[in-house]
């Protein structure tokens, strides 16, 4: 009878977890667009968009200038940016290691020993004075107890819950490290620039070194010409001031290399010291031809974005643990061990010997708010996952297509800048002779010195610029973290 009204109430509670299984919320899956165009919008001499891909070459084949090899090298051991993220990747794979224990047994081993003394006069008090554990020997009082055993807890993943929680924190290690081939690619492109610009830098201070030559013989020339009654005290003055104005320059570009060079040595991880460079080689750098294959190659490529994939899919599988909760759960728990009233009966087994093996069915019945939170929270998540994917995939298509385009742009711009300095060097030389024999106004010196100068300024700054657009490239399609 008793038997039959447990199986009743099992029964009861079964039917009950059932249907409050049964309002269980709809699976929700958020579909993301992978399509992406089937070529970048512009396209020019320097790029080539067939299927081969510039992100596939390694990065010191690449950037073929030593010292800038031993930069990135020094860099990639040392950046403290770089190694932080590492132990990020190293923190991931515990979090596997700690999942994966969740759906195994827990197992511990232990010892245990108390002492209690109950009341006389009350019911296990009165059972134990009447009560003998052997013949002639009565209950011990105070009563000890001593217990060696090993137990165990499991609980059962019916529904993949804690196999799916594991599979999430396995596919966000895979995340992880993307996160850090796309750290790398970063690194590898900031270090690049920053060594292109520190190599225009020096090539600027030297051009302004050499026009503050130019420019001091003609301000001793136009003092003879004043002390000749050829020139004025005006025109003296107009010289010495640029003069000055060129020689503030020089100042303003050693603190820029001075900065530049800080900069590469806090990206290499090491405190401030001398940039090896080899500042001549800089005219004869010429911008690497790409090959930007196709945008659908990003994918792939692009470390960002095979993160964002693998936070997505992470995510999607969140939504399965976070609905697995509605399920009822199943848990068993067992022991088995020793335990005597002395430690010297321990070992008198049979009779020592305890065990106990026991299951628990539970499931949420009412007040599922906080589970229902969850679940709509891990289904947010989702979709926002899937924006950033998609988001992630077009800030890639963008950035590629800019830079192609700058790569073009540039070419016809350095040409163009190239004519103009050759002919302001000329019209230097010219107005030189001619102020020499009076035939030119000492305005007219000043001003093509000036525009000459600043042409060659920009010269360098477009060659610059043209180097770093390479680069970019280089970084947009996915390249350096192979």
């Known amino acids: 009878m008793l038997k039959q009204r447990i199986y009743q109430v099992l029964g009861a509670a079964s039917l009950a977890l059932a249907v409050g299984a049964c309002k269980t919320p709809e699976l929700v899956v958020k579909n993301e667009s992978r ?90 008090g009165a059972t134990e004075e009447q009560v003998q554990i052997k013949e002639d020997r009565r209950t011990p009082d105070p009563l000890t107890n001593f217990q060696l055993g090993a137990f165990a807890t499991w609980e059962v993943d019916i529904w993949h819950k804690l196999r799916n929680a594991k599979k999430a924190a396995a596919i966000r290690y895979l995340a992880t490290v993307e996160g850090k081939n796309f750290m790398v690619t970063n690194l590898i492109a900031e270090i690049a620039n920053s060594y292109y610009e520190l190599l225009a830098y020096d090539n600027q201070l030297a051009i302004v070194k050499q026009n503050i030559g130019i420019q001091s013989n003609a301000l001793e020339l136009v003092k003879l010409q004043k002390e000749s009654a050829r020139a004025t005290e005006l025109a003296v003055k107009r010289f010495e001031a640029q003069v000055e104005h060129t020689r503030a320059l020089q100042f303003k570009l050693q603190q820029s290399i001075l900065e530049t060079e800080n900069k590469l040595n806090y990206l290499a991880g090491r405190y401030p010291q001398p940039v090896a460079r080899n500042t001549q080689s800089f005219n004869d750098l010429l911008p690497a031809t790409i090959q930007a294959g196709s945008p659908a190659q990003l994918l792939a490529n692009r470390p960002d974005i095979r993160q964002a994939e693998q936070q997505l899919a992470a995510a999607k599988i969140d939504v399965q643990v976070a609905r697995a909760n509605f399920y009822p759960s ?71 297509s800019n830079q192609v385009a700058s790569i073009g742009n540039l070419a016809k711009s350095y040409d163009a800048k190239a004519k103009e300095v050759a002919a302001l060097n000329q019209s230097v030389d010219i107005s030189n002779s001619l102020f020499r024999y009076a035939r030119a106004d000492y305005t007219e010196v000043l001003f093509t010195q000036r525009d000459a100068l600043e042409s060659k300024f920009d010269l360098i700054e477009t060659r610059m610029q043209q180097l770093n657009a390479s680069v970019n490239v280089y970084r947009a399609l996915g390249g350096g973290w192979q």
């Open 35 to 124: 399509n992406v165009p089937a070529s970048y919008s512009t396209a020019t001499a320097a790029t080539s968009l067939d299927s081969a891909n510039t992100a596939r070459v390694q990065w010191k084949q690449f950037f073929t200038d030593p010292n800038l090899q031993g930069l990135i090298e020094t860099a990639l051991q040392n950046n403290q940016e770089l190694n932080i993220t590492l132990q990020e990747i190293e923190i991931a794979k515990n979090e596997i290691r700690a999942r994966q224990g969740e759906y195994l047994p827990f197992v511990s081993l232990g010892a245990r020993a108390d002492v209690e003394k109950v009341g006389r006069y009350t019911l296990q």
């Open 330 to 400: 199943l848990g068993l728990s067992g022991g088995v061990g020793l335990a005597a009233f002395t430690p010297g009966l321990l070992v008198s087994t049979p009779q020592s010997m305890l065990y106990a093996l026991g299951a628990d069915l539970a499931g949420p019945l009412f007040n599922r708010n906080g589970i229902k939170a969850a679940y709509y929270t891990a289904n947010a998540a989702q979709t926002q996952a899937a924006y950033q994917y998609e988001k992630t995939v077009l800030n890639a298509y963008v950035e590629v």
